[in-house]
């Protein structure tokens, strides 16, 4: 397995900007896919964003030309640029790894935003 630690939540306005990060204890050259997921209280986790390791992405659609996911696969670090937040966007987002068939992932990172 792989562990996965996010860092980069926190309280923003409506309009703003975040950008979370997720470190992997291994390097993630090897893992074909990462992601972010995002649970709001009282819903299931849902899927936000992924990203393949020859870089193809998939967003959900109420995220689409507002957050981009990329990697870094020197760092080993997945991030999501999270730009014009909304209220609905408050949630604890979740880092996601599928390495050699094993889902892994991160103890979440919670995001609010205010209107």
């Known amino acids: 397995q792989v562990q996965l630690v996010e860092s980069g939540g926190g309280l923003v306005q409506a309009g703003g900007s975040l950008r979370l990060s997720c470190a992997a204890s291994?390097?993630?050259?090897?893992?074909?896919?990462l992601g972010w997921y995002r649970q709001a209280p009282g819903r299931q986790r849902e899927l936000v964003a992924r990203?393949?390791?020859?870089?193809?992405?998939n967003y959900a659609e109420f995220v689409k030309g507002r957050f981009t996911i990329s990697r870094d696969n020197a760092k080993n670090t997945v991030y999501l640029q999270m730009n014009s937040l909304k209220p609905e966007d408050t949630a604890v987002y979740y880092c996601?790894?599928?390495?050699?068939?094993?889902?892994?992932w991160g103890q979440g990172t919670q995001v609010t935003v205010s209107s």
């Open positions: 996601w790894a599928n390495y050699l068939g094993l889902a892994s």
């Open positions: 990203i393949s390791s020859g870089d193809s992405t």
């Open positions: 291994r390097t993630i050259f090897s893992i074909n896919k």
